[in-house]
């Protein structure tokens, strides 16, 4: 129930590793559909950030430069923060070392525990591939780890609906085969391939999960179907 806005002008102020100098270990962030998103509060903030844009595009007030804005929708209250620029910043800092952009922001962005990577290690087939499957009789135990609003907008046939919150608690174990192929899938295959390690760690072998999620889905196999 809170929100936080600020602007970041490297010309004149610190820059968002300033504030935040590290990202947060790969796995540990939500989804919006793990998370949950509350409208109201998007909306305030997003009030904010527009205000903010006006401001820099008239060059009219003084804008969220060196502030942070936190907002507190349970007590409706606005407190500002004070941020200086870090002279240690890996950006911005009098010695930075990161100079260059990204070239795999989206992997990042996307990032996976260790434990997902390694399990994913000969344990990925692309959606092309979960079709060629399907329509070839293999018996296939296919599991959509999304959130039950996201299964509602779209899904691949034959899926069943086990949330990724199920598999990691080890609440969901039990609905699992043992004598069959297992598939897992989510949007992109970053939540697949965290409840595949756990799978895996719980003695599910076998089990694999598409690459590119039900997205890739959408692209290469089904375009006919929604997307979000």
């Known amino acids: 129930f809170d929100g936080q806005a600020s602007v970041f002008w490297e010309e004149h102020g610190p820059c968002y590793r300033c504030l935040y100098p590290e990202p947060p270990p790969p796995g540990m962030v939500p989804s919006c559909a793990e998370g949950g998103v509350l409208g109201v509060l998007c909306a305030s903030i997003g009030s904010i950030q527009v205000n903010e844009a006006i401001k820099l595009i008239t060059g009219i007030g003084e804008p969220l430069v060196g502030r942070l804005m936190v907002y507190d929708a349970l007590e409706m209250e606005y407190r500002k923060i004070k941020v200086r620029k870090d002279?240690?910043?890996?950006?911005?800092?009098?010695?930075?070392?990161?100079?260059?952009?990204?070239?795999?922001?989206?992997?990042?962005?996307?990032?996976?525990?260790?434990?997902?990577?390694?399990?994913?290690?000969?344990?990925?087939?692309?959606?092309?591939?979960?079709?060629?499957?399907?329509?070839?009789?293999?018996?296939?135990?296919?599991?959509?780890?999304?959130?039950?609003?996201?299964?509602?907008?779209?899904?691949?046939?034959?899926?069943?609906?086990?949330?990724?919150?199920?598999?990691?608690?080890?609440?969901?174990?039990?609905?699992?085969?043992?004598?069959?192929?297992?598939?897992?899938?989510?949007k992109s295959g970053v939540r697949s391939a965290e409840a595949l390690a756990a799978l895996k760690a719980a003695g599910f072998k076998d089990a694999v999960h598409v690459q590119g999620g039900i997205v890739s889905w959408v692209n290469t196999v089904d375009p006919s179907l929604p997307s979000y």
């Open 87 to 186: 002279p240690n910043c890996a950006l911005c800092g009098e010695n930075p070392t990161v100079t260059d952009l990204l070239e795999d922001y989206e992997d990042f962005c996307g990032a996976v525990s260790e434990e997902a990577q390694e399990a994913t290690l000969n344990a990925t087939i692309t959606a092309r591939e979960l079709k060629d499957w399907q329509d070839a009789g293999k018996d296939v135990f296919l599991v959509d780890v999304r959130e039950p609003a996201e299964y509602e907008i779209v899904s691949i046939p034959g899926a069943t609906l086990i949330p990724k919150g199920e598999i990691l608690s080890g609440e969901a174990l039990a609905r699992f085969p043992q004598d069959r192929q297992i598939v897992l899938h989510c």
